[in-house]
């Protein structure tokens, strides 16, 4: 590998002799005005209903995220898919011993901070979208087992000893953990002149406030990277939850009242007394629970019926609590949960695009929540380390992988053959196609005639009169693939007439 040269830095005196456009330029360079984020006293106020500001709106925001069915759907089904998530480390396109090594460290070390990665990952998907911005502290470490991690102590002068250890021995700087600090715990934001976050103050009861600044930290925000606090789509959720919780509340009461209720008549002038509410009390307890008798005992000058009012609305109401249930899903991308599910209406044709938008929406926001990572955590880790990898080509970036959606066996068999006969298929093709099965293995066996070797074969005389020496002919590569990609091709037909058959079957 040839090592290029680096240009040499200008110098001061190299500046002063550059033309006076440039000189300009130059003088020039200081960043002018600011963010224009709306905050005061470390709080920022960009949400459009003062409730909505932190730190005031975590309440909300949890109560939301925790107890909305709609939301409980959309969290269980980013923890599902951010299982299948893995970390991806890119590599250049002529990569050098040391970049193969740093790749290694990398993944490695994912897996070797407390928690691995899929802690991390359940994390992330759990909180980031739906409060907006997701805060973690980042402890180093180096990676020795014999390495002993520093003791904590608290504001109070409690001390707690870390009982984490490396796993690898290389002597590397890696993470020990990536400590989740939840936003209940949010009490302001910490900024420089140009209204740029360098810090988050936390408050834990009873401890002390204690400022995590963002060198240690990493900050991860969703919606609004302009934003410390993101924009979380709660904001809109929050409106729809509101409607939809007063929807819910009438619906009930409307059911009440068509079960029945207990009306009570005073047939003798004068005001009710404390004992005749409480007789018309157990009496309307006495009729209306199915535990105590349907029977009651009135005394003299009243007298009770039991009305039953038709809920001519129910129907209505119904319809506008699943309308209201079904944009809260909409507004995270995840509508095709309600499609022939929640609803009357709904095809399946659109169930199976709204689940391809969901996962396409999934993966791009893995994309943003590792470009932020990378950005922060894995320029931290290559500045630690780089004096240790010499020979890098570029710093390698993070990234996580995506979900792929489930193909249909209908339309991968369409598609086959469609095909045919159009396009050749060689064998890496035949490994996708069975890959893509989702239960094919992707390597096909190989016949037995071809794992035996030719001392087992016995020979058989030609019964057609051919060249004995002529059969025993070994085939070229491009043959060989070609016969191997036929065979492949046969087995998938054969396996898809077999799956079909088995799913008519069911039906």
Not at 61 to 75: A, D, G, H, L, Q
Not at 482 to 501: C, H, V
């Amino acid at each position: 590998m040839t090592k290029t040269t680096k240009p040499k830095k200008p110098t001061k005196t190299d500046l002063a002799k550059q033309p006076a456009e440039v000189r300009i330029v130059i003088n020039q360079a200081q960043e002018q005005g600011t963010s224009g984020l709306r905050q005061m006293g470390g709080f920022v106020a960009e949400a459009y209903n003062a409730a909505l500001y932190y730190p005031s709106a975590y309440p909300i925001y949890n109560k939301i995220r925790r107890s909305m069915p709609e939301m409980v759907t959309i969290r269980q089904a980013f923890t599902a898919w951010a299982r299948n998530v893995s970390p991806v480390v890119d590599l250049p396109d002529e990569p050098s011993d040391d970049d193969k090594r740093y790749q290694e460290f990398i993944e490695q070390d994912f897996e070797n901070m407390e928690g691995g990665f899929t802690t991390f990952v359940d994390t992330m998907v759990n909180h980031v979208p739906f409060m907006g911005f997701g805060w973690w502290d980042v402890a180093p470490a180096i990676r020795d087992p014999d390495w002993i991690p520093p003791s904590f102590t608290d504001q109070t002068g409690k001390t707690s000893k870390d009982e984490w250890r490396s796993e690898y021995d290389d002597g590397l700087i890696g993470i020990r953990r990536i400590g989740w600090r939840d936003a209940s715990s949010f009490m302001g934001w910490e900024f420089d002149a140009r209204k740029k976050v360098t810090g988050m103050k936390q408050q834990d009861y009873p401890n002390p406030p204690v400022m995590l600044s963002k060198d240690h930290s990493l900050h991860m925000t969703f919606g609004d990277p302009n934003n410390p606090e993101g924009l979380t789509p709660l904001e809109a959720v929050w409106r729809l939850e509101r409607i939809k919780y007063g929807l819910e509340v009438i619906m009930g009461i409307g059911f009440e009242h068509a079960a029945g209720h207990l009306k009570v008549k005073k047939t003798e002038k004068g005001t009710l007394s404390a004992s005749d509410k409480l007789v018309a009390k157990q009496a309307a307890r006495a009729i209306l629970t199915a535990q105590e008798g349907n029977y009651a005992v009135y005394p003299f000058g009243m007298e009770g019926d039991v009305m039953d009012i038709p809920f001519q609305a129910a129907g209505n109401l119904l319809e506008a609590i699943k309308y209201y249930g079904i944009v809260a899903l909409s507004v995270y991308m995840m509508q095709f949960v309600a499609l022939n599910t929640m609803t009357n209406t709904g095809a399946l044709a659109s169930q199976v695009d709204s689940t391809q938008i969901g996962i396409f929406s999934f993966n791009a926001m893995l994309d943003g929540f590792a470009a932020q990572y990378d950005q922060q955590v894995g320029k931290r880790l290559y500045n630690w380390n780089k004096a240790s990898f010499p020979n890098l080509t570029k710093r390698p970036t993070i990234k996580f992988s995506h979900v792929e959606n489930n193909l249909a066996m209908q339309e991968l068999g369409s598609f086959l053959q469609s095909i045919n006969g159009i396009l050749p298929l060689g064998e890496d093709d035949v490994k996708a196609f069975r890959k893509r099965s989702g239960w094919m293995p992707e390597n096909s066996p190989k016949p037995e005639d071809e794992i035996k070797t030719k001392s087992q074969v016995e020979p058989t005389p030609p019964t057609d009169g051919t060249d004995p020496d002529q059969e025993d002919k070994p085939m070229s590569d491009d043959e060989e693939v070609s016969a191997r990609a036929s065979k492949d091709k046969e087995t998938i037909n054969q396996s898809l007439k077999f799956y079909s058959r088995a799913q008519r079957g069911r039906q």
